[in-house]
């Protein structure tokens, strides 16, 4: 096999004006998510970044979806958002304890995000690096790194994330830098400037080149038109997985936008 598997989604299932606009008149809302996973196969857990959930509701996720469907988990707030990044052990080890492990093989990349005022200091971020486990309950971990700050354009925060197995995620928006450096055995992206009164969120010609963008993560490449930390760096041609998300602005056309851009690839 030359190419990984390309899932694009969304960020979670109860949105109010997806209703009659995504989800069926009357559809009840307990059946969303059986609904919303039928039509992607991935969608991106927001929730979990704010609060932690029970194991009963992990298993529940895990029920209500198809055998490959795949969950992408936000990491707690807690852990991330943090003067001493080092010193996060004791609330990665909370986050760990809530009962992801249910989801099974359903457990997808866990997106670590950090606020826009954390600056790169190599040996604090080292120190959360070496804190995140490889696996958990015998489910092999993916981690993927959404850091907000200039300051991470550097090629050392690429040289770490590659040590660490840890994905860049590639987020495309207005305010923050953008860093898509390939790091790991997947590729983790946020497309975030999409429009509401865009019918896919993003226009159809964008949707063609994510689309093809997503093709070349997954066949072991790197576009050469998006923003690099470290532009010298060869990169390893190898099969990636590629999870990528429409989120944040446009998110009321986000699950179209996710159906089309899987129409694409």
Same mark, same amino acid.
């Given at each position: 096999?030359?190419?990984?598997? =390309?899932?694009?989604?969304?960020?979670?299932?109860?949105?109010?004006?997806?209703?009659?606009?995504?989800?069926?008149?009357?559809?009840?809302?307990?059946?969303?998510?059986?609904?919303?996973?039928?039509?992607?196969?991935?969608?991106?857990?927001?929730?979990?970044?704010?609060?932690?959930?029970? @194991?009963?509701?992990?298993?529940?996720?895990?029920?209500?979806?198809?055998?490959?469907?795949?969950?992408?988990?936000?990491?707690?707030?807690?852990?991330?958002?943090?003067?001493?990044?080092?010193?996060?052990?004791?609330?990665?080890?909370?986050?760990?304890?809530?009962?992801?492990?249910?989801?099974?093989?359903?457990?997808?990349?866990?997106?670590?995000?950090?606020?826009?005022?954390?600056?790169?200091?190599?040996?604090?971020?080292?120190?959360?690096?070496?804190?995140?486990?490889?696996?958990?309950?015998?489910?092999?971990?993916?981690?993927?790194?959404?850091?907000?700050?200039?300051?991470?354009?550097?090629?050392?925060?690429?040289?770490?994330?590659?040590?660490?197995?840890?994905? =860049?995620?590639?987020?495309?928006?207005?305010?923050?830098?953008?860093?898509?450096?390939?790091?790991?055995?997947?590729?983790?992206?946020?497309?975030?400037?999409?429009?509401?009164?865009?019918?896919?969120?993003?226009? @159809?010609?964008?949707?063609?080149?994510?689309?093809?963008?997503?093709?070349?993560?997954?066949?072991?490449?790197?576009?050469?038109?998006?923003?690099?930390?470290?532009?010298?760096?060869?990169?390893?041609?190898? @099969?990636?997985?590629?999870?990528?998300?429409?989120?944040?602005?446009?998110?009321?056309?986000?699950?179209?936008?996710?159906?089309?851009?899987?129409?694409?690839?």
């Amino acid at each position: 096999m030359n190419s990984g598997t =390309i899932r694009a989604g969304m960020g979670g299932w109860t949105f109010e004006p997806w209703e009659g606009t995504f989800y069926p008149d009357r559809l009840p809302k307990k059946k969303q998510l059986e609904f919303a996973s039928r039509a992607v196969p991935t969608i991106e857990v927001n929730g979990t970044y704010y609060s932690g959930f029970t @194991p009963a509701t992990y298993a529940k996720w895990a029920a209500e979806t198809p055998d490959d469907f795949v969950f992408s988990i936000k990491g707690n707030r807690f852990v991330t958002n943090r003067k001493v990044l080092a010193e996060a052990g004791e609330s990665m080890k909370k986050f760990f304890a809530q009962g992801l492990e249910e989801l099974g093989p359903k457990l997808g990349p866990i997106c670590w995000q950090f606020a826009n005022t954390k600056k790169f200091e190599p040996d604090d971020f080292e120190g959360f690096l070496k804190l995140l486990p490889a696996e958990h309950a015998g489910l092999k971990l993916r981690h993927a790194l959404e850091v907000r700050h200039g300051s991470f354009a550097v090629p050392d925060f690429v040289a770490l994330a590659e040590q660490y197995g840890c994905a =860049i995620c590639y987020a495309h928006h207005h305010d923050y830098p953008e860093f898509a450096d390939v790091t790991a055995d997947f590729v983790y992206a946020r497309l975030q400037k999409g429009e509401d009164d865009v019918a896919t969120a993003y226009p @159809p010609e964008d949707l063609d080149g994510w689309a093809e963008r997503a093709k070349l993560w997954a066949s072991g490449g790197q576009p050469d038109d998006l923003p690099l930390a470290d532009p010298s760096r060869k990169v390893e041609k190898r @099969p990636r997985d590629v999870f990528v998300y429409i989120i944040h602005e446009g998110k009321v056309r986000a699950p179209q936008g996710a159906m089309a851009l899987m129409e694409r690839v």
